[in-house]
């Protein structure tokens, strides 16, 4: 079956550490977004990549980075920089085309817990 | 920047009733796309409805359809026949039609928290 894949679920760690998000498509999409939801707040974007070995930042990048290696592959890190990181993330992927909705398929999620 | 407001935090509807959750959004542009996605409780978000600004034939997914209102800048979302299993967070989303590096983003609504009762 085509889809998204996320991990961990439900992933803990400690001040000052770094910790990375696993996000993995086979849907062939071109497009990958990484979102942060936090109650009352809807999902704001983090990064985005349209293509291999390129992405780009959204409107809440302070605090992570981003790799492309794959195309079937956007992982996201969280590091220590990130004053407030306890969220729930969303993986998101989508085709590329001028005229078309384009419309965004969503991973099941990954909540993140700083102790 | 577009913005997209959701002015209803929390709605509910009896079982069977029929709910509409609104959305008003702002833009410049002339042809833009627009979407409505549910979450239910599992937190995996799920498209319901998409329109396109150029289609004046408002869409509608079986029980779901939307009033989409260009020059009110307006996008509602109405369910028929709720059923429990509609009970979710209801986001509004927003993509502009202009090509270009940050054409593909989807700029989302606060969401509306529907409860459904049985």
């Known amino acids: 079956d085509g889809g998204i894949t996320q991990s961990p679920k439900y992933l803990f760690r400690k001040e000052g550490q770094n910790v990375t998000l696993s996000c993995e498509q086979n849907?062939?999409?071109?497009?990958m977004y990484w979102y942060r939801q936090d109650p009352g707040q809807g999902l704001r974007l983090i990064y985005y990549?349209?293509?291999?070995?390129?992405?780009q930042k959204g409107d809440i990048a302070e605090g992570y980075s981003v790799s492309r290696e794959k195309k079937e592959s956007f992982p996201l890190t969280v590091t220590s920089a990130q004053k407030n990181p306890t969220a729930f993330y969303l993986c998101a992927s989508s085709i590329l085309e001028l005229a078309g909705y384009n419309e965004q398929f969503f991973g099941p999620g990954t909540r993140l817990t700083v102790l | 920047a577009q913005t997209v407001t959701q002015s209803q935090p929390e709605m509910s509807v009896q079982e069977a009733e029929t709910v509409t959750l609104s959305c008003t959004y702002d833009t410049s542009e002339n042809n833009y796309y627009l979407f409505w996605y549910k979450q239910p409780p599992s937190r995996q978000m799920i498209l319901v409805i998409r329109q396109e600004a150029y289609k004046q034939q408002n869409a509608t997914e079986n029980r779901f359809s939307v009033n989409f209102q260009k020059a009110a800048k307006s996008f509602s979302l109405k369910i028929s026949d709720s059923q429990l299993g509609d009970t979710a967070m209801y986001f509004c989303a927003f993509r502009g039609g202009v090509s270009g590096a940050g054409s593909y983003q989807l700029t989302f609504g606060k969401g509306t928290k529907l409860s459904v009762i049985p």
């Open positions: 849907l062939n999409h071109d497009a």
């Open positions: 990549s349209q293509i291999v070995n390129d992405f």
